[in-house]
């Protein structure tokens, strides 16, 4: 089989400008997926589970595994060389790679380092959400924090890793999605999921009702047409919800369905940051056939104007995302203007 490696290496050609920085970067980025993987799968044998006592720029209780997947990751393109500056949710500000090799990266990642990290507990899929997008500061100088805030459609490569039975890397790099399957038996990503699709229709929708009273009544409109008895339609549709975003989208991407974390009464941006979450979640989802909004425009040409920036979205099958997008339109058009 083919390994993450051997694809990146042959897929090149597909970016007139590369010169083999972004397979490297790719490469450091699988290489600290392959640390983190060993610490979550054995995390109740080596006491690093449970709070870490810190807190990270959100207001949420780190967790020792999240501080240990951002250090992991920090460290790879820290001393990977292509990387000239990185966001991450685990730090207040960018973290800028101020060395002579650095200086000289084309590139600047956004990423959550461990998404879901409320489940490592109960042995749940947790997950890692990154971004890359070329800087757009000059090479050979520090790095700022505009070169990270783009709007999603300047996203050169997108991807995320879950950890769950078994562990997977899917990325993009606006050539289509691929996925690749850990094989621990030889410390290798091989290909196992080429050229992934999601259906244009499902019959799963992923959201916490438990904050159904707080939802716009667009979204309230929504629930009620998934839930209506139409067998013509294939309703009523099963509700599926995880709380980790990158296992609920995966499982929606292959299966077919749509993800909605929406904005509230008493959240009115959502909870999803825009740099680190929504934006590379959207264009997976984009470039294997499915849409994602936030409620009412593209996720993907939002400009952040911070890099804690939240939105709400929704993602996932095209029919669904276009049904919730019209009842949104149409029951919430109020709500537009409150994130």
Do not use: W
């Amino acid at each position: 089989m083919k390994t993450l490696i051997q694809f990146i290496s042959e897929t090149q050609h597909d970016f007139p400008y590369a010169t083999g920085e972004l397979s490297r970067l790719l490469n450091d980025i699988g290489i600290a997926a392959k640390i983190v993987n060993r610490e979550v799968n054995k995390a109740g044998l080596s006491h690093i589970m449970g709070l870490s006592g810190q807190v990270n720029v959100q207001g949420e209780e780190q967790k020792k595994l999240d501080v240990f997947a951002n250090e992991q990751f920090i460290s790879a393109l820290r001393y990977g060389g292509q990387c000239c500056a990185l966001a991450s949710e685990e730090n207040d500000e960018i973290i800028i790679f101020d060395n002579e090799i650095s200086r000289r990266g084309k590139y600047v990642v956004a990423i959550d380092p461990l998404d879901g990290s409320s489940n490592i507990e109960v042995n749940v899929s947790i997950g890692t959400v990154f971004s890359i997008y070329r800087r757009i500061s000059k090479p050979g100088e520090a790095a700022t924090e505009e070169d990270l805030l783009q709007p999603g459609t300047s996203m050169i490569a997108a991807g995320y890793v879950i950890y769950g039975s078994s562990t997977m890397l899917v990325y993009t790099t606006g050539y289509g999605v691929n996925g690749f399957t850990y094989d621990p038996s030889v410390g290798l990503f091989l290909l196992s999921h080429p050229n992934m699709k999601i259906p244009a229709a499902g019959n799963i929708y992923s959201i916490n009702e438990a904050n159904y009273i707080y939802f716009p009544e667009g979204v309230k409109q929504y629930l009620q047409y998934c839930q209506e008895d139409d067998k013509a339609s294939g309703r009523p549709y099963t509700t599926r919800y995880i709380g980790s975003l990158v296992a609920d989208f995966h499982r929606n991407l292959i299966r077919g369905g749509i993800y909605i974390y929406p904005g509230t009464a008493k959240n009115p941006a959502g909870k999803l940051r825009l740099l680190y979450e929504c934006n590379p979640i959207a264009f997976i989802a984009e470039q294997a056939g499915g849409k994602a909004s936030d409620g009412f425009r593209r996720i993907m040409e939002i400009k952040p104007e911070h890099i804690h920036q939240r939105s709400p979205f929704f993602v996932g099958s095209t029919s669904m995302v276009d049904k919730a997008e019209e009842s949104m339109l149409t029951y919430s058009g109020d709500f537009r203007n409150k994130h």
